[in-house]
């Protein structure tokens, strides 16, 4: 007979372990497989949002480690090895730009695949006014199709009457004259500006419209959300003075398991989701 538990990670003489809790019945296995269900498109969208940002965020501390390394080199006068630094920076450029797509795709295939029609409109509908009147969300997306099949966005390397330090940038110049195709709009944005493009402004810039757009899709889920959150609260628990959500552990048999996560990791991805919305909101 199959039987069913509470489970929680402890970590004990260095080993992470799984202790037994409570028995609950299969009734509330249903229950709280009912009260995912409306959300789970939602946490699964966020993981992608997530990756993005984590990529967004390397390049970034790719920029710090140069930085530093700069100084370092500097004050030792030595001179820097630029081919690592250009190979590493567009390495993790074009990750970060893939992840936007791999993002948009599948919250759209995910909104499309599920039958949700009211959302899946509502998406094209902020994606397509995201790309109307954001220019860096329409140049980023299109820099993307750029680097993966034409060439590396980021070539240049200077130092400006503003910015002393030497940065690196994205050629405005070099993008128009390079016999690319562009979309005529992100021709049009490119032609008008005065400027490259600053490879650090542009991280920041991009985790913050990329928050935006999370945000706007996400305030549809805003009140179910939270309210499967305190669901899964009912059956977290203090432990080392934090709290602890549990996995399901399905039983049967001598020493036969498997773990289920319906509420963990889930309730752990809706309270960074929240705190994210929250604080976006701000």
Known sequence: MRKYFLGWYEVIDGRIIIKYGDEINENVITEIAEKTEPISEFISSYVYFEMLLVNFR?????????????KIKREAKQGMDYIFYFSGFNRLMINALNSIHTYLNHYELTLRNEGMTERYNYFKKTKSWYFD???LYRFLYHLRNYAVHYSFPIKNVKSTMKQKEMRFYIDRKDLLSCGYEWHKQVKKDLEEKTFDFDVGQIVEAAMVIFSKFQVEMAKKYIDTATEVLNFYKGFARIHQNELQYPIIIGAEGEGVHDVMDLIYPRATHLARILELLHSVAK
């Open 133 to 135: 009147n954001e220019f």
């Open 58 to 70: 390397e390049v970034k501390l790719f920029l710090e480690k140069y930085t530093a390394d700069r």
